[in-house]
C-alpha cells in the first residue's frame, strides 16, 4: 500500500511569491495534518483536517491556508513569502481524527526554499 | 502547557555499543499518547511506537526498546548494538489529544551518529 505522498519535492521561491504544496493520505485516511520543521528543530503543527473541515490550526500568520478534497488530499497554499518560510513542509495522514488507535504518518515533505 | 523536552542534541557512538535517548514530557492531561519518529537523512518521518498513558509496561521490539516512567514523566528509547543505518534524528512527541484538534507536539530531537 502507498504511503503518504507529498508533491513536490523540492521548491525555490522568491519573496513575494505564492506557493501551494500538495497530499495525498493513505488510502482510508480522513484525517490530514500539515507540520513546518525549520532547520534543526521539531516539527511544528500548522493545520488539521478532517472530513475536508479545517479542525485546527497552530500559531501560524493568516498568509498560510489550506483545504482538503473530497477525495481526502490536501492543499498547503503560503501567500506574500517571507525568507523565514523556508522549511521542510511535513504532511501527516491518520485514520480517524480523534480515536485511541490514532498514529499520523508521516510523507517524505516538500523543502521549500524561499530566496 | 504541553511540551516535549528532548535535552541531548547530538549523540555519537560506535557500531555496536547500546544508546539510550531521553525524552521528558509536561501534561496536565491523564489521558495522553506519546511518540518516537525516526527522521533519516531524506527527511521523512518514520513512525516508530506509540504508548498511552495507562500504560506503562517497557516495549522491546528487536533491538528497541521503550522505557515508560509516569512518576517522572519520561518516556526513554534505547537501541541495543546499534548500527550505522541506526543513525539519524530521533523524535520524542506527545499528542495533544481531544478538543477540537489532535495534534503532535515534538521535541527538538536528537540527533544519532553511529560510526563504523
Known amino acids: 500500500d502507498a504511503g503518504v505522498t507529498q508533491s513536490p519535492t523540492h521548491l525555490i521561491k522568491t519573496r513575494g511569491q505564492h506557493v501551494t504544496l500538495r497530499c495525498s493520505p493513505i488510502?482510508?485516511?480522513?484525517?490530514v495534518s500539515w507540520y513546518q520543521q525549520v532547520l534543526g528543530q521539531g516539527p511544528q503543527f500548522i493545520f488539521q483536517?478532517?472530513?475536508?473541515?479545517?479542525?485546527g490550526r497552530g500559531n501560524f500568520p493568516d498568509r498560510f491556508s489550506a483545504r482538503q478534497f473530497p477525495n481526502y488530499s490536501s492543499e498547503l497554499n503560503v501567500n506574500a513569502l517571507l525568507l523565514g518560510d523556508s522549511a521542510l513542509y511535513l504532511c501527516?495522514?491518520?485514520?480517524?481524527?480523534?480515536?485511541?488507535?490514532?498514529?499520523?504518518?508521516f510523507g517524505p515533505g516538500t523543502r521549500l526554499l524561499v530566496l | 502547557a504541553q511540551k516535549v523536552t528532548q535535552a541531548q542534541t547530538e549523540i555519537s557512538v560506535v557500531e555496536k555499543e547500546d544508546v539510550t535517548l531521553d525524552c521528558v514530557y509536561e501534561?496536565?492531561?491523564?489521558?495522553?499518547?506519546l511518540f518516537w519518529y525516526k527522521q533519516p537523512p531524506s527527511g521523512e518521518l518514520v513512525f516508530l511506537i506509540r504508548?498511552?498513558?495507562?500504560?506503562?509496561q517497557n516495549e522491546i521490539s528487536g533491538r528497541y526498546s521503550w522505557n515508560f516512567q509516569k512518576s517522572t514523566s519520561s518516556f526513554n528509547f534505547t537501541i541495543t548494538a546499534s548500527q550505522v543505518v541506526d543513525s539519524a534524528v530521533y523524535f520524542c512527541?506527545?499528542?495533544?489529544?481531544?478538543?477540537?484538534?489532535?495534534?503532535?507536539?515534538f521535541g527538538t530531537g536528537t540527533l544519532l551518529a553511529v560510526q563504523p
Open positions: 501534561t496536565r492531561d491523564t489521558t495522553y499518547y
Open positions: 483536517y478532517y472530513e475536508k473541515e479545517e479542525r
Open positions: 501527516a495522514s491518520s485514520l480517524v481524527r480523534a480515536s485511541v488507535q490514532e498514529t499520523q504518518y
Open positions: 488510502s482510508g485516511h480522513k484525517s
Open positions: 512527541a506527545l499528542l495533544n489529544y481531544g478538543g477540537a484538534t489532535n495534534k503532535l507536539i
Open positions: 504508548r498511552n498513558s495507562f500504560d506503562e
